[in-house]
C-alpha cells in the first residue's frame, strides 16, 4: 500500500558526513509521523530519529543528538536524515519508516510504525 525507498547511504571515513533520503508513496504522507531507525547484524533494531508530521517536533537517540538531524519535505513525499560527524559505531543498515496513525506526534516505539523500507546501507570507516 505504502512503499518507502531509502538512499543515499555509503562508505565514508570517521568525521565526514551523508544524507540519507526516503521517498514515500501515496497522497496522505503529510499525515504521517516518520522515524529513522539502523540495524547492524546479530543485534535489535534501534531508534535513531523521529518527525511529526508537519516536521514542529523531532526527537534524537541520545547517541545521535547533535550530529544527525531530521527533516521531511511533504511537497515531494520526503523524509530526510543529515549525518554529520560520522562515528565507526554508526555503521549499520539504516531504514526509514511510516507511521499513518499517529503521525501528529513523535515516537521512538518500532511498533508505532507500519511501514518500513528496505533500508540503506551506512558503513563509517576508521
Known amino acids: 500500500q505504502v512503499q518507502l525507498v531509502e538512499s543515499g547511504g555509503g562508505l565514508v571515513q570517521a568525521g565526514e558526513s551523508l544524507r540519507l533520503s526516503c521517498v514515500a508513496s501515496g497522497r496522505t504522507f503529510s499525515s504521517y509521523g516518520m522515524g529513522w531507525f539502523r540495524q547492524t547484524p546479530g543485534k535489535e533494531r534501534e531508534f535513531v530519529a523521529a518527525i511529526n508530521w508537519s516536521g514542529s517536533s523531532s526527537y534524537y537517540a541520545n547517541s545521535v543528538k547533535g550530529r544527525f538531524t531530521i527533516s521531511r519535505d511533504n ?40 511501514y518500513w523500507g528496505q533500508g540503506t546501507q551506512v558503513t563509517v570507516s576508521s
Request: proline content about 2%.
Open 75 to 114: 511537497a515531494k513525499n520526503t523524509v530526510f536524515l543529515q549525518l554529520n560527524s560520522l562515528k565507526p559505531e554508526d555503521t549499520a543498515v539504516y531504514y526509514c519508516a511510516a507511521d499513518s496513525a499517529t503521525g501528529w506526534k513523535v515516537t521512538t516505539d518500532t511498533h508505532s510504525y507500519n
